[in-house]
């Protein structure tokens, strides 16, 4: 049996955000410590996001094989990541939305995942070296139900998911409302998180998923674990994550009423391609087999990096990354970032006029952020 690799995962520590689940899966087969702010779960070595980790992890008495950090909202990206030498990965979704930003920021890591083939395709064209797929998983104790055919449920379609605050989400509201004019619909409008999305999910004949930005989402493999009806759009990556009209229907905005009748009116073939939808969802989209996926790959790269050494990045290249990643979250931090290194690595009249400039804009930041115009510093949780 191979030895357990030491694994660092850097994340907020809550009960339904993908950090926390991959940890619960990965302390099954790794030793793995946490590091980040505690929200739920406590972190082996708590910390607010501005905090430094390095201190924290010369605490440890293992070495790191590989410290993983996982993109979340709310944000926690070390300030001292840059610097951590160790190997490390990252796990990011958002690309669909951020692709400049992200890839940008990818350059600080030796291994990206992503969440499917294209991802991993156009971060390999902006020159990344290791990009590995993982796809959107669910974890099995929050949302896999038995299930029961011959049930009533309270609605014919459920949604679950965010209706307003942004532009973007104009269209999506636009046809929950045009479908809420001919169905018994209900929507949740981020009033749920975790167990109580399956909850909900079970109250419902059908869920339906829309995509924002034509991508994969979290809700396909949750309703899927959950073993309800789903009926998608035609998402970009979605052949490649399970089999149209076996696991799941399509729709678009033309024929999407005359797919929820059909569904509606055929309880036999909908269960049964729930069931089916289910039991992939066991086989591939559980955390637990997503996790042993990725311990794979990293122990590939591991072994890689005995036989041929592992690439030294520039410093400059890792730094420059970091900042990009905290100037396109929170503009203000990223100035606050900037001042910090700035005040540590150098000395001189130079580098005093810069900091103090610095420290000019930050405050305008400050006040303007105060008068509501803006968010330019993330809110301590």
């Known amino acids: 049996m191979e030895n357990k690799l030491n694994l660092v995962l850097g994340l907020w520590n809550g ?3 993908m ?4 940890k619960r899966a990965l ?10 702010p505690s929200f739920g779960a406590e972190s082996d070595f708590d910390c607010h996001p501005s905090d430094a980790i390095i201190p924290l992890m010369n605490k440890m008495d ?25 190997p490390k990965a990252w796990y990011v979704y958002d690309l669909h939305l951020h692709f400049d930003e992200l890839a940008t920021t990818a350059q600080l890591f030796d291994m990206v995942f992503t969440y499917d083939e294209a991802s991993k395709k156009k971060l390999l064209e902006r020159g990344l070296q290791k990009v590995e797929v993982l796809p959107f998983a669910a974890e099995k104790e929050m949302y ?14 459920g949604f679950a998911g965010s209706v307003t605050g942004h532009p973007s989400l104009v269209e999506r509201a636009n046809l929950l409302e045009r479908l809420g004019k001919k169905f018994n619909l209900r929507v949740e409008n981020r009033t749920l998180v975790g167990a109580e999305v399956s ?17 994969l989402n979290m809700r396909i493999p949750e309703t899927l674990m959950s073993g309800r009806p789903l009926l998608t759009p035609n998402v970009d990556g979605l052949n490649e994550y399970l089999e149209i009209d076996v696991h799941a229907l399509i729709y678009n905005t033309d024929n999407i009423e005359e797919k929820l009748i059909y569904l509606l009116e055929n309880p036999v073939e909908r269960e049964a391609m ?15 087999a997503c996790a042993s996926l990725m311990l794979e790959h990293l122990r590939c790269d591991i072994k890689d990096a005995e036989t041929s050494g592992r690439i030294k990045k520039d410093p400059w290249l890792c730094a420059s990354s970091q900042f990009r990643y905290h100037w396109f979250r929170f503009k203000g931090d990223a100035l606050q970032w900037l001042k ?23 405050t305008i930041l400050k006040i303007k952020e105060s008068f509501g115009k803006a968010q330019y510093f993330q809110k301590k949780e």
Request: net charge positive; hydrophobic share 35%; aromatic share 14%.
């Open 199 to 215: 909850d909900f999910y079970q109250d419902c004949t059908v869920v339906l998923n829309q995509a924002v930005k034509n991508d």
């Open 144 to 157: 896999y139900r038995e299930q029961d055919g011959a049930k009533k449920r309270k609605y014919d379609i």
């Open 27 to 36: 302390q099954k087969i790794a030793n793995v410590y946490t590091v980040g």
């Open 19 to 22: 950090g926390a689940y991959y």
């Open 15 to 17: 009960p339904a955000m």
């Open 62 to 86: 293992k070495p790191i094989d590989y410290y993983i950090q996982f993109y979340s909202k709310p944000d926690f990206f070390p300030p001292d990541l840059f610097k951590l030498e160790c």
């Open 274 to 288: 729930a069931k089916k939808g289910q039991a992939l969802a066991l086989e591939k989209y559980s955390y637990s």
């Open 340 to 362: 910090n290194n700035l005040d540590k690595e150098s000395n001189g009249l130079v580098a005093k006029l810069m900091s103090l400039s610095l420290s000019i804009v930050i």
